[in-house]
């Protein structure tokens, strides 16, 4: 991606990129865009208003405001089902991006589709390291400080063969 803000934001420049590949449309306070258990078969850039995506139980609610996305991990995953009902919290404006525009993305620029994907694995992981166990921790739960760099994992030593 070209850029991102200190927390995580997209780009203006990557937003529009992002939106260029779908199709926008209006909604009004209080519409349903999707209920919780329906197949996922796209996911949706917030342009302007908010939305509020409804967890079942005790998950709560999250506010998605303008240049932030959702809907992405069950679309993405495949042939699953929404696991949230996303509502218009106010008059907004949203755009629909559906498999064939996120083909198009990956054809015209990969990696700012992989930064998509890297943001919403950070969700899930910081989701993942927010979440409330008596007998967890941070340590069990790989919480650490983010790292810049990456390298490969080191291959197992092989096993050394028993004497004859």
């Not at 796209?42 to 999250?62: H, I, N, Q, T």
């Not at 030593?157 to 028993?162: C, G, I, K, Q, T």
Request: hydrophobic content about 35%; proline content about 8%; overall charge negative.
């Amino acid at each position: 991606m070209s850029g991102m803000s200190d927390d995580g934001a997209l780009s203006e420049r990557d937003f529009e990129e992002l939106c260029a590949t779908g199709v926008r449309g209006p909604l009004d306070p209080g519409e349903r865009l999707f209920a919780l258990g329906e197949p996922a078969r796209s996911m949706y850039f917030v342009r302007s208003g908010e939305v509020e995506l409804v967890f079942p139980d005790a998950k709560g609610a999250k506010v998605v405001q303008p240049r932030g996305f959702f809907g992405e991990l069950a679309f993405l995953a495949g042939g699953r089902r929404r696991t949230a009902t996303a509502i218009a919290r106010t008059a907004c404006e949203v755009v629909e991006a559906d498999e064939d525009a996120v083909g198009r993305l990956l054809s015209s620029n990969p990696s700012l589709l992989f930064g998509l994907l890297r943001r919403s694995c950070s969700y899930l992981l910081d989701s993942e390291c927010n979440c409330s166990s008596p007998t967890s921790s941070a340590a069990t739960r790989n919480c650490a400080a983010p790292s810049t760099t990456w390298s490969a994992p080191r291959p197992s030593p092989r096993p050394s063969a028993a004497p004859s």
